[in-house]
């Protein structure tokens, strides 16, 4: 799904995703490392500290350099930023389609696909499925459920928000019953081709008192490409729409 955002900060407690690790400094180059240990009656902790590395990030996906300015942290502690301003539209690949128009590549004999080439993907369990024919027309054995049907079994053809307005309708909480058993396909074009993000990374993290107990919605972290790595989509109400 597309999320229709305009920017996001990172404050607080930074958590390191992978892509922004790739993007920090390496163990070879001491200057961008600060190791601290602290000891407490018999434990002993060290944090290590990554500065972020702008030449890791793929230059297509950001609207200019990588600059430091001054920022405000949740806590209101004052302090300074990496602003990293994304184009909001991958430079190493296309987007999309994520839905497969039909499963069967054979109507006539009501073969599966099993084409890959121009499918998005589902997680199920810690395990990545591609959105093949095959996988749409088993779903109700997937997950033991014959609610779970997205296509005409005689035609083969997915139902598939392909339009706008249809997208909207159904990337909501709470999916509408019209549009319940549909695969929910955006489209870069329902958002001119891309938003920009402005995200905010403390160079010094300032660690929180206590946890938030939740991942913030406006993002938690940024992708050598300049993609934003958003918070997980709310699955539970994805599923109960089938």
């Not at 209101?76 to 990293?84: A, D, H, M, Q």
């Not at 301003?85 to 296309?94: E, R």
């Amino acid at each position: 799904m597309i999320k229709k955002q305009t920017m996001s900060y990172w404050v607080g407690l930074v958590t390191l995703t992978s892509g922004l690790l790739a993007a920090c400094g390496g163990n070879d180059s001491s200057t961008d490392i600060t190791n601290t240990t602290t000891s407490s009656g018999n434990t002993t902790s060290t944090t290590t500290q990554l500065s972020v590395e702008p030449a890791n990030f793929l230059s297509g996906g950001l609207q200019g350099a990588i600059s430091t300015v001054s920022c405000t942290l949740s806590g209101g502690t004052t302090t300074s930023c990496y602003k990293i301003v994304t184009v909001g539209a991958p430079s190493d690949h296309a987007v999309g389609p994520f839905c497969p128009s039909n499963v069967y590549s054979d109507v006539t004999n009501k073969t599966l696909s099993t084409d890959t080439s121009t499918v998005g993907m589902w997680i199920e369990s810690g395990k990545t499925y591609a959105l093949t024919g095959q996988f749409i027309g088993n779903l109700a054995t997937f997950y033991g459920n014959s609610n779970w049907q997205l296509f005409d079994s005689t035609t083969g053809k997915v139902n598939v928000t392909d339009t706008q307005a249809l997208f909207e309708a159904a990337a909501v909480p709470n999916v509408p019953l019209a549009l319940n058993k549909y695969c929910v396909e955006g489209k870069m074009s329902y958002v001119g081709g891309g938003f920009s993000r402005t995200i905010l990374i403390p160079v010094t993290p300032v660690a929180l008192s206590s946890g938030t107990g939740s991942i913030s919605m406006s993002g938690v972290g940024v992708a050598l490409n300049g993609i934003v790595i958003d918070a997980p989509a709310p699955v539970a109400n994805i599923k109960a729409a089938y």
